[in-house]
């Protein structure tokens, strides 16, 4: 069965990791077509810092900062609050940190974003990387439960684990990365999955990073992967 095309581009979300917000803004204005979303990762905020969310957000996408805060809940606090008035739609936590410290993520993001009379971010919790294939099967089970305990809106896992979370964690948002169309490259991406993989187990988030943006050519890459969730084949 086709899907719309504003269904399959409010499911996507552009992994802008580069340090250079002229180079960022290029594959932004270029690939609007096909994502919702800017994800903000360590490299551009750590060269740009909240410039590079302000900018990119103002070329109308959704903004998730993916910073993974993971230290102790004092300072998750203090650093959520700034982050919370930044306008950012999404912002990130690691689940490793424990339900103490997600708590004061989630309650950092809300004071920050009420200072600013902005919404507040939903607070996503980062289960089990991507990268790491040697996680036991308890994590996550465990790591939904605390960010459940906590009030984060969401959680960051592949698309092998979708199912056990939407299980888990029915009202959570599900946003999946490592996502790889057939044939890619993976990099690091040990449980990487294919896009319709992803959409077929439930995201309501895919990030795509480096099977666009390290494409020769990014526009292509995108419409290729956009044609083919459209469609429904992998
Ligand atoms: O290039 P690729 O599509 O692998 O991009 C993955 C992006 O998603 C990176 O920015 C990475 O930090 C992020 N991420 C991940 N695995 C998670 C959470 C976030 O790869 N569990």
Known sequence: MQRSFEEVRSKLALALDVDDLVVATRLA????TYFST????????CATGPESVG?????????????????IPTTVQKASKVLGGL???????HAFGGVEMLRAGVEGLSEGAAEAGATPPTALAVTILTSDGG???????????????????????AASDLVVAKRLAPDLFGVVAGIRPVGAERHDQT????????????????????????AAD????????????????S
Do not use: W
């Not at 900018?55 to 230290?71: E, I, M, P, R």
């Open 29 to 32: 204005r270029q690939l609007g």
């Open 38 to 45: 800017i994800k903000v990762g360590l490299e551009l905020f």
């Open 55 to 71: 900018a990119l957000s103002n070329l109308g996408y959704d903004l998730f900062l993916d910073v993974k805060l993971h230290d």
């Open 87 to 93: 306008g950012a739609r999404y912002i990130t936590l």
């Open 135 to 157: 996680a036991p099967e308890h994590i996550l089970p465990a790591r939904l439960d605390l960010a459940l305990r906590a009030g984060c809106g969401g959680y960051v896992c």
């Open 191 to 214: 449980r990487a999955a294919t896009p319709q993989e992803a959409y077929d187990n439930g995201a309501d988030l895919m990030v795509i990073g480096r099977a666009v943006t390290g």
């Open 218 to 233: 990014p526009v292509a890459a995108a419409e290729a992967i956009f044609t083919s969730l459209v469609i429904g084949n």
